[in-house]
């Protein structure tokens, strides 16, 4: 049997960091939507008793540092299933961009082997096996709109916010996130309002959103990369009504309500950067 799962990236319209645990995690407080821009998971029964990672782009790992493999192998083990599986990932979302590119990969074949196996796993049993292969993978689990506290993996889910187009541009840098938070100073930074946000995405008031989007990791990656910066600048003179990191970075993302406008701020970024996107919001959660 065959089942392709879709893998949709998520962004992060506020997030708070409140302080660095004993584990070396820090806590975090954040709201985060999905987007319609999806890596396809594809997963194939296997006769033998192993799990195989089929992946064709080189920034992708096919072995088991690939968060899919580890996703599979863990579940295995959990439900001591014996059973084998190949997993091919057609990427389109970014490597290493603060897209939770990989997380959700982990979260699709946990979702899709629950169902090619039969397993009858609640999404909340998934998210909780989730938690322990990365911290935005029980949020890619649900997907949908959320408030993610603890590192990331205590989910609080929330109405999707009004329809928005989504511009993303990533210069062509990986993002190391363990290094970004390293680099955090903490006394030093302006803690965007997250409660204020989630009231505005209830109210479904867009211009609210806009004014409260902030990112308490943006400053430390645009210190370590002035090009991001840049493209933060220009996304706002295209006319994007906010402009935001997601996540560690480096994918910078701007929100635009008026087809008129996507078009400007879209093709004024191709100018110059070479990945940019135009998604919409999709903020609704996956089904079982
Ligand atoms: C930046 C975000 O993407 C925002 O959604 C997440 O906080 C990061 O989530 P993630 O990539 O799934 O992170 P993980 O794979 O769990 O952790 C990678 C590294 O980031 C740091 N990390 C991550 C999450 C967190 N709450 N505190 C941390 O300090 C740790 O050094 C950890 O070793
Ligand atoms: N399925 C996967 N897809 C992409 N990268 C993967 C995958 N599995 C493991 N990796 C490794 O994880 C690293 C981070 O990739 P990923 O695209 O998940 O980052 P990210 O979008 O910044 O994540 P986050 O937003 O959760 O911090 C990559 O450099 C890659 O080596």
Request: charged share 25%.
């Amino acid at each position: 049997m065959r089942l392709l799962v879709k893998a949709p990236a998520k962004i992060n319209l506020s997030l708070d960091v409140l302080h660095k645990r004993p584990d070396g995690y820090h806590e975090v407080k954040m709201v985060m939507t999905t987007i319609d821009l999806a890596d396809r998971v594809e997963l194939m029964d296997l006769y033998s008793d192993t799990i195989q990672i089929i992946s064709h782009n080189r920034f992708v790992p096919d072995d088991e540092r690939n968060l899919a493999y580890q996703a599979a192998k863990l579940l295995k083990e959990k439900v001591g299933v014996r059973r084998g599986v190949a997993i091919s990932i057609t990427k389109y979302i970014p490597v290493a961009a603060g897209l939770a590119g990989g997380s959700s990969d982990a979260a699709a074949t946990l979702r899709g082997l629950n169902k090619l196996w039969g397993l009858g796993l609640s999404l909340d049993e998934l998210a909780e096996i989730g938690a322990e292969i990365g911290s935005d993978v029980p949020f890619c689990v649900y997907g949908g709109t959320a408030i993610a506290t603890g590192r990331g993996e205590k989910i609080e889910h929330i109405p999707a916010p009004p329809p928005s187009w989504v511009i993303l541009a990533k210069p062509t840098i990986g993002v190391s996130t363990a290094e970004v938070y390293r680099n955090l100073q903490l006394q030093s930074v302006n803690h965007p309002d997250v409660d204020g946000m989630v009231a505005a995405i209830r109210e479904k008031d867009y211009e609210k959103i806009c004014a409260l989007a902030g990112n308490v990791l943006e400053s430390v990656t645009l210190n370590m990369y002035p090009e991001v910066a840049q493209i933060k600048e220009q996304m706002r003179r295209f006319g994007a009504d906010v402009s935001l990191m997601s996540g560690s970075g480096p994918t910078v993302f701007g929100l635009v309500q008026h087809d008129s406008r996507l078009q400007r701020v879209y093709n004024g970024l191709r100018g110059f950067c070479e990945h940019v996107y135009a998604v919409r919001l999709i903020g609704e959660r996956h089904e079982q």
